[in-house]
Nanobody, 115 residues
Framework: QGQLAESGGGLVQPGGSLRLSCAASANIFNIYRMGWYRQAPGKQREFVAQLTNSGTINYADSVKGRFTISSDSAKNTVYLEMSSLKPEDTAVYYC?????????WGQGTQVTVSS
């Protein structure tokens, strides 16, 4: 069973930056899409950004111009560079990897934006 390992969350002041990483285990093959979702307290999980194996990138309107998704296929890793962070970006961020046969989720990493 493949696994995702997330890292990079933490506490940051408004206007600050963070970089999240998500490494897919070596037994995850034929990746079609890698992305990030988030869930704030009392709210439903929402889409943040995604990157397909053809290079198509999509962002939620709320993060466009502030967040950048990228990947390193050699490392089976997806990144989320977050800048100009706002208190409303506070949430648990989940990595998601979609393959031909499976849909994987990470355990989540907490991002808190507060002064």
């Amino acid at each position: 069973q493949g696994q995702l390992a997330e890292s990079g969350g933490g506490l940051v002041q408004p206007g600050g930056s963070l970089r999240l990483s998500c490494a897919a285990s070596a037994n995850i093959f034929n990746i079609y899409r890698m992305g990030w979702y988030r869930q704030a307290p009392g709210k439903q999980r929402e889409f943040v950004a995604q990157l397909t194996n053809s290079g198509t990138i999509n962002y939620a309107d709320s993060v466009k111009g502030r967040f950048t998704i990228s990947s390193d296929s050699a490392k089976n890793t997806v990144y989320l560079e977050m800048s100009s962070l706002k208190p409303e970006d506070t949430a648990v961020y989940y990595c998601n990897v979609l393959t031909i046969t499976n849909n994987y989720w990470g355990q989540g990493t907490q991002v808190t934006v507060s002064s």
